[in-house]
């Protein structure tokens, strides 16, 4: 049964404690459009219908995201100083980004056997804000943006467990100001096993010489 959410749960195993990783939520809410003006908090419009994702758990269900209610409990207890209102717009927006980490990390996975014992499941998920990864770290000594948000997944395959990092940029017209909200993520297995270097170097030699044999291959038509 689907019953908690793809976040970091820490020391906890009680589902009312789940839904929200602390140490990232609020840098979402800092980024995704809302950010309403200081006001009575009144809760009793927070919907707690939860959406169950499409990422497959290792126990047969799929996490399920946080509520509007347990996003904003979560942020709460933490003094972050949410505002109700807001989480309309940012639980969906979340929501949807996590949706596209998952198809990005299954590019990766294609190909590697995953659908011959029931497919890639996610075993954990955990958000690292304030840790930037050494390919962030050297993209901004180039003079480009840093990641406003850092998550490190792992999943499983087929008994073998690959740790994923994914850094999430913002694009063009989004902050505070803006409505217009764009994400750019990149996702990537991470190098601390063989597996993970065995797949980025394929991706490399796909990416260099599977290109020069498509544009050597002569046309058929």
């Given amino acids: 049964m689907a019953d908690k959410c793809p976040v970091d749960h820490g020391s906890h195993s009680s589902d009312q404690s789940c839904p929200v990783d602390h140490k990232s939520r609020t840098t979402w809410a800092s980024v995704l459009p809302g950010n309403s003006p200081t006001h009575p908090v009144n809760t009793s419009s927070l919907s707690t219908e939860r959406e169950v994702s499409s990422i497959p758990r290792t126990d047969n269900g799929n996490w399920v995201y946080p509520s509007e209610a347990q996003f904003f409990a979560a942020m709460a207890r933490k003094n972050h100083n949410p505002h109700a209102p807001d989480m309309k717009t940012i639980i969906p927006i979340h929501n949807a980004v996590n949706e596209r980490a998952w198809s990005e990390l299954m590019k990766w996975e294609s190909g590697r056997g995953g659908e011959k014992c029931g497919g890639v499941k996610l075993v954990t998920f955990k958000g690292r804000p304030n840790d930037l990864t050494p390919k962030a770290r050297l993209m901004t000594l ?80």
């Avoid at 087929?158 to 750019?184: E, K, L, M, Q, W």
């Fill in 142 to 221: 180039l003079g480009y943006s840093a990641p406003f948000d850092r998550h490190d997944w792992v999943v499983e395959r087929c008994g073998t467990r690959v740790r994923y990092v994914i850094d999430f940029y913002t694009g063009r017209g989004a902050g505070p100001s803006s409505n217009n909200v764009s994400f750019y993520l990149d996702v990537r297995p991470a190098l601390d096993n063989w597996e993970g270097v065995k797949m980025r170097a394929e991706n490399i030699w796909q990416d260099w010489f599977g290109s020069v044999r498509s544009s050597n291959t002569p046309s058929q038509s």
